[in-house]
């Protein structure tokens, strides 16, 4: 068989975060645009959202404490 193209849909620019997973034929569809996505390649930008969504994490944490010893401060002045 060969590929199949799915016409009427918009597979650009898709980060294909809306998936299917066909767990007979081991394939991962996209619910969104319809394509029929490699594993390993999902698997590895999900790897990557998960990492940048840690470090977004981290970075809201600090943010927080920065603004919560600022604002508890009983040496700071105040205005
Ligand atoms: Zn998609």
Same mark, same amino acid.
């Given at each position: 068989?060969?590929?199949? !193209?799915?016409?009427?849909? @918009?597979?650009?620019?898709? @980060?294909?975060?809306?998936?299917?997973?066909?767990?007979?034929?081991?394939?991962? !569809?996209?619910?969104?645009?319809?394509?029929?996505?490699?594993?390993?390649?999902? !698997?590895?930008?999900?790897? !990557?959202?998960?990492?940048?969504?840690?470090?977004?994490?981290? @970075?809201?944490?600090?943010?927080?404490?920065?603004?919560?010893? @600022?604002?508890?401060?009983?040496?700071?002045?105040?205005?």
């Amino acid at each position: 068989m060969g590929q199949l !193209i799915k016409l009427g849909v @918009r597979t650009k620019n898709c @980060r294909h975060k809306n998936v299917e997973l066909d767990l007979d034929l081991r394939h991962v !569809i996209c619910q969104t645009c319809g394509a029929n996505v490699d594993p390993f390649e999902w !698997i590895v930008s999900v790897a !990557i959202e998960e990492d940048i969504l840690e470090a977004r994490i981290s @970075r809201l944490k600090q943010e927080l404490d920065g603004l919560t010893k @600022r604002k508890y401060n009983p040496n700071k002045p105040k205005q």
